[in-house]
C-alpha cells in the first residue's frame, strides 16, 4: 500500500500525455496484488501489472518506467518478470494494448485485431476519452504452455539492471511483488 501514491505518480503521468490509461486510488489499491515494482532505494522507478480474464489469458497493464530510468532495462526486467508470473499460473498467451507495438516485439508480441482479446478486457474503455477513436494496438504473446510451477522464486533469471551499479548500495535496484 505504501507504493500507492508512487504508482499513481509514475502511471498518470504518462496519463497525462495520453499515453497511458489513468487509475485511480481505488483501482491500484483493488489491483495491487497485479503489480510488481522496480524499487530503487525508496524511489518506485517502475511498475507493470498482470492482470488475468481467464484460465488461459492475461494482460500486460500499467507498464511505466521512470523517464530518468528509460533505456536501463528497467522495462526489459519487468516484462520479463511478467512473463515468468503468468507461465507460473499457467496462463497460456499474454496480450497489451499500446501505442508501442515495436517494444512489445522485442519480447516476442505480434499484433492482433483488438477483437481478439476477451471482451472482459474492454471495460476500461468504457471510461477512456478515446473511446470513439481508439488508436491502441493490440498485441498478443504466447507462452511456452511447458511451464513450471514456481511460488516465490519467479524472479529469477531476470535481466540484469541496471547496468551501471550506483554507488551507494541501498540505492542498488531490486524488483519485487508490491505489497
Ligand atoms: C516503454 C518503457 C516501459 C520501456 O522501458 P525501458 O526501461 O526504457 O526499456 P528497456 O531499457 O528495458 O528496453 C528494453 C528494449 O526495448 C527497447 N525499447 C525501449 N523503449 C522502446 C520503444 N519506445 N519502442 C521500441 N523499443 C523500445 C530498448 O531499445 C531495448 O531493446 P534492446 O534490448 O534491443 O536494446 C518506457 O519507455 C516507458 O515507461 N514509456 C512510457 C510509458 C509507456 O509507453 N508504457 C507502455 C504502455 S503499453
Known amino acids: 500500500m505504501a507504493d500507492i501514491p508512487q504508482l499513481l505518480r ?8 495520453g499515453i497511458m490509461l489513468p487509475r485511480t486510488e481505488f483501482e491500484i ?13 525508496e524511489l518506485v522507478v517502475g ?4 492482470h ?6 492475461g494482460e500486460v497493464r500499467s507498464l511505466a518506467v521512470d523517464a530518468a530510468f ?9 516484462m520479463d518478470a511478467l512473463e515468468a508470473e503468468a507461465q507460473s499460473f499457467g496462463l ?15 519480447f516476442g508480441y505480434t499484433e492482433i485485431e483488438r477483437e481478439a482479446v476477451p471482451l472482459k478486457a474492454w471495460k ?3 471510461r477512456c476519452a478515446k473511446f470513439q477513436c481508439c488508436d491502441e494496438i493490440a498485441v498478443i504473446k504466447h507462452l511456452n504452455v511447458e511451464h513450471s510451477r514456481v511460488s516465490d522464486t519467479h524472479m529469477e533469471g531476470v535481466a540484469t539492471f541496471p547496468q551501471v551499479l550506483p554507488e551507494d548500495p541501498v540505492l542498488l535496484p531490486s524488483i519485487r511483488k508490491s505489497h
Open 10 to 17: 509514475l502511471i498518470n503521468g504518462y496519463a497525462s500525455e
Open 29 to 41: 489499491s483493488e489491483n495491487l496484488r497485479d503489480f510488481s515494482v522496480i524499487h530503487c532505494g
Open 47 to 50: 511498475c507493470a501489472a498482470l
Open 52 to 57: 488475468i480474464y481467464t484460465p488461459t489469458m
Open 70 to 78: 528509460h533505456g536501463s532495462g528497467a522495462g526489459r526486467m519487468l
Open 92 to 106: 497460456q498467451s499474454l496480450f497489451a494494448f499500446t501505442y508501442i507495438p515495436a517494444f512489445f516485439a522485442k
Open 124 to 126: 476500461d474503455c468504457l
